[in-house]
């Protein structure tokens, strides 16, 4: 059944690593981890009118987590804290309904299908998004 899990798509989505490194002067960054398998992932930020302009992240986590944060890295630019907390809400029903459909600009979020049916590996997956709200957030209340 783990097996399942690990196809072509998703690994080479972790692989990518899209966004993946240090930014040297972000305006806002978090760590966020998961106790249950210990994922950790750090979200750096550069924001401006409320919009994402820049992102890197940094994780030692499972192939799933390293996925979805590629898919963060690769789509998360120009967006704002609510569009991120709706994705990450939508994500979340897909996940719990196995009810996966495509969402203009995060196609790849339809490769994370077979985790519907791995409750356990649910938080790998939104780990990345949880942590973008968390640092959009922080960056909200600097500017405020």
Known sequence: MI???YQKQLMRLA??????????????ETVLDNPTCGDR????????DGKITALNHENRSCMLCQAAASVVGENAIGHSHDDITALRGTI???LKNNAFS?????????????VAHHKSRHACVLLPFD???NVLSEAQTKNA
Request: charged share 20%.
């Open 102 to 114: 495509a969402i203009p600009g995060w196609n790849a979020l339809e490769n994370f299908a077979p």
């Open 41 to 48: 992932i750090k979200i750096q930020i550069k924001i401006s």
């Open 92 to 94: 979340d029903g897909m």
């Open 15 to 28: 692989a990518d690593a899209t966004g993946e490194g240090v930014m040297s002067d972000p305006d806002a």
């Open 3 to 5: 097996q399942e899990l």
């Open 131 to 133: 942590a973008l709200i």
